[in-house]
């Protein structure tokens, strides 16, 4: 569902790890092994979308992400994963021998929606302390706890939003976190004319005038969106090269794609 946006990041010169979350609110998700897949697990009928109902109805999927997300990262930088003997052309044996190549102490945490939810959250957990920094794509708030917002983020944060979610009740809260964060390197755009999925694979699934009628895509087209994407994304992590320049990326990611810094008019 987000290949896409892997490969940007990896052409980047990154190794990307995107996990299948099975804690039941993806779409579809089946664990190795198992003969079927997860069900979903959606809020009640009847749901108030009210950002406390909404924090308490997510709070076990986070804890549950934050597991998954913890071992994934154990395993990635300390081949840790299980105290069994992993056989020699085993999938985690082959993993072991990417990671076993690449610098584990530099690593950055990003998701879309609420991945972005789950990046926040982990961003402020021990085991992600020495995290370069976080990427939030299209961050759905509403379900980060109140005294996590409250902290907002002490490393380097970009967050990009598309319009759908740059207008709704949640910019708020967006803004809230980045007004609360200590660090200085912290960057917030979003991308006129953009819905939600099209920060996602959905947003090339279709076509033209189907895109717009199933609300995946807005006026701005997907190849516009993901080209404003990957410049902010590109900019942002050159730091790890040693090519970031604080004071120009921005300037040069907005004035060469659709991408806008987020206006106070829609905060």
């Not at 986070?62 to 395993?75: I, K, T, W, Y």
């Not at 759908?164 to 967006?174: H, I, K, M, W």
């Not at 060469?256 to 206006?263: G, I, K, R, V």
């Amino acid at each position: 569902m987000y290949s896409k946006a892997c490969i940007d990041i990896a052409s980047l010169g990154f190794v990307v790890v995107a996990l299948e979350h099975e804690d039941g609110t993806a779409s579809y998700a089946k664990p190795e092994g198992a003969s079927e897949r997860l069900p979903y697990r959606g809020p009640p009928k009847g749901f108030e979308y009210e950002r406390d109902n909404v924090i308490e109805f997510r709070e076990p999927f986070l804890e549950h992400r934050m597991g998954e997300v913890s071992a994934a990262l154990a395993f990635m930088r300390k081949g840790a994963v299980t105290d069994a003997k992993m056989e020699p052309h085993s999938d985690l044996a082959r993993l072991e021998s990417v990671f076993a190549r690449v610098d584990r102490d530099n690593f950055w945490l990003a998701g879309h929606s609420f991945g972005g939810t789950s990046t926040v959250v982990a961003s402020q957990q021990p085991w992600a302390a020495d995290a370069q920094g976080f990427v939030l794509l299209d961050v759905w708030p509403f379900p980060v706890p109140r005294e996590i917002a409250a902290e907002g983020f002490s490393k380097p944060v970009l967050s990009i939003l598309s319009d759908e979610f740059a207008s709704g009740r949640e910019v708020a809260l967006t803004y809230d976190m980045f007004a609360n964060s200590s660090t200085l390197d912290k960057h917030n755009f979003y991308i006129p004319g953009t819905r939600h999925q099209q920060f996602s694979d959905f947003a090339f699934a279709m076509r033209g005038f189907m895109l717009r009628v199933s609300k995946v895509c807005g006026f701005t087209t997907s190849e516009e969106s993901q080209r404003a994407i990957f410049a902010a994304l590109s900019g942002f992590l050159s730091r790890s090269n040693g090519d970031y320049d604080p004071e120009s990326w921005a300037e040069e990611a907005v004035r060469s794609t659709a991408l806008e810094f987020t206006p106070k008019s829609l905060l």
